[in-house]
C-alpha cells in the first residue's frame, strides 16, 4: 500500500501521487496518532468546473490566509469536467462566502 502524508489516504500499488493533495505518496502511513490530530468540521462554500474561478478562488483564500481543501481538484479533466469543491472549517465559513462573494 501507498499512502499520503497529508490526507493519509491509501493507494494501490503503483500510485505515486495523491488525487486530492497532489503530494508523492510514500511507503508508511503518517506516524502521528489519530489521538493527536485535530478534528475539523469543514462545509463547503464554493462549488464550480471552472478553472478560473478555481484559480481566482484558491487565490482569494490564500491572500486572506483561509486554509482550505480544494476536493476533487486533481482529478479535473478537460473530456469529464468534475467539480471541485471547496472546504474550509466552519468557523471560517462565513470570511469565505464575504471573500468568494463575487464568485458565488
Not at 62 to 74: L, P, Q, R, S
Amino acid at each position: 500500500m501507498m499512502y499520503c502524508p497529508e490526507c493519509r489516504a491509501e493507494y494501490r500499488e503503483g500510485f505515486t501521487k495523491c488525487a486530492d493533495c497532489g503530494v508523492r505518496l510514500v511507503d508508511e502511513p503518517s506516524s502521528v496518532p489519530p489521538s493527536e490530530l485535530e478534528f475539523v468540521d469543514l462545509e463547503e462554500v464554493l462549488t464550480t468546473i471552472d478553472y478560473g474561478q478555481i484559480a481566482l478562488a484558491k487565490s482569494i483564500l490564500d491572500a486572506e490566509a483561509i486554509h482550505y481543501v480544494a476536493h476533487g481538484e486533481h482529478s479535473h479533466s478537460l473530456q469529464s469536467p468534475i467539480p471541485v469543491r471547496f472546504l474550509v472549517a466552519k468557523e471560517d465559513v462565513a470570511r469565505a462566502r464575504e471573500v468568494l462573494d463575487h464568485l458565488l
